[in-house]
C-alpha cells in the first residue's frame, strides 16, 4: 500500500467526515464511526505514514480515494 506521509491529524478528520464517517469521542485519540466501522485516529503531528495506510484501508477507502478528499 503507498504510504500518506505528511498528514496532520485535523486533515484526516475532515477528509473522512466527507466520506460519511463522524466523530464518536475525542481525548489522545479521535474516534470515529459511521455506523458499521470504528476509527482511531491518534493526535499527533503528523500521523505516522503506515498508521495512517492502515485507517484508510479500516475505512474501506483506497489511498488515492483519500487523497481525491483531503
Known amino acids: 500500500m503507498p504510504r500518506l506521509p505528511g498528514i496532520n491529524h485535523l486533515e484526516a478528520v475532515r477528509a473522512l ?6 466523530v464518536a ?10 455506523g458499521a ?3 482511531t485516529i491518534p493526535r499527533q ?9 492502515g485507517i484508510v484501508r479500516d475505512a474501506g477507502l483506497t489511498v488515492d ?6
Open 17 to 22: 467526515e466527507k466520506a460519511g464517517f463522524r
Open 25 to 34: 469521542r475525542q481525548g489522545k485519540h479521535v474516534v470515529m464511526t459511521d
Open 37 to 39: 466501522r470504528i476509527l
Open 45 to 53: 503531528n503528523p500521523i505516522n505514514a503506515f498508521t495512517m495506510g
Open 65 to 70: 480515494a483519500f487523497r481525491r478528499l483531503l
